[in-house]
């Protein structure tokens, strides 16, 4: 079974970088048809999916936030990360980690609640 668990501070300043890390067991992430994205739901609206970092390394951001957001991985710790730049109190939200493979969407991390405040 798949499990993930994200990682990472949970109060940001604004205008610094947000990074996450999710840690990834019970599969390699470099495992074929895998897709680690990264969620969020920001108090009181709906979930908003990121991006996403293939079992291949490629990557594809949500437009939306394409120019401030980067997905990467560390293949030999199993983890994947993301960095969110130029945070404002709009990226306050629970942050998840997640999984689909073959058009199916696995496990989730319980999430991460992140702050953003001075």
């Known amino acids: 079974q798949v499990q993930l668990q994200e990682s990472g501070p949970g109060l940001v300043k604004p205008s610094q970088t947000l990074s996450l890390t999710c840690t990834v067991s019970g599969d390699s992430i470099t495992t074929s048809y895998y897709g680690w994205s990264w969620i969020r739901q920001p108090p009181g609206k709906g979930l908003e999916w990121m991006g996403v970092?293939?079992?291949?390394?490629?990557?594809v951001y949500s437009p939306s936030l394409k120019s401030r957001t980067s997905i990467s991985r560390d293949t030999s710790k199993n983890q994947f990360s993301l960095q969110l730049s130029s945070v404002t109190p709009e990226d306050m939200a629970v942050y998840y980690c997640?999984?689909?493979?073959?058009?199916?969407?696995?496990?989730w991390g319980q999430g991460t609640q992140v702050t953003v405040s001075s």
């Open positions: 970092i293939r079992y291949d390394g490629s990557t």
């Open positions: 997640a999984y689909e493979r073959v058009g199916r969407w696995g496990s």
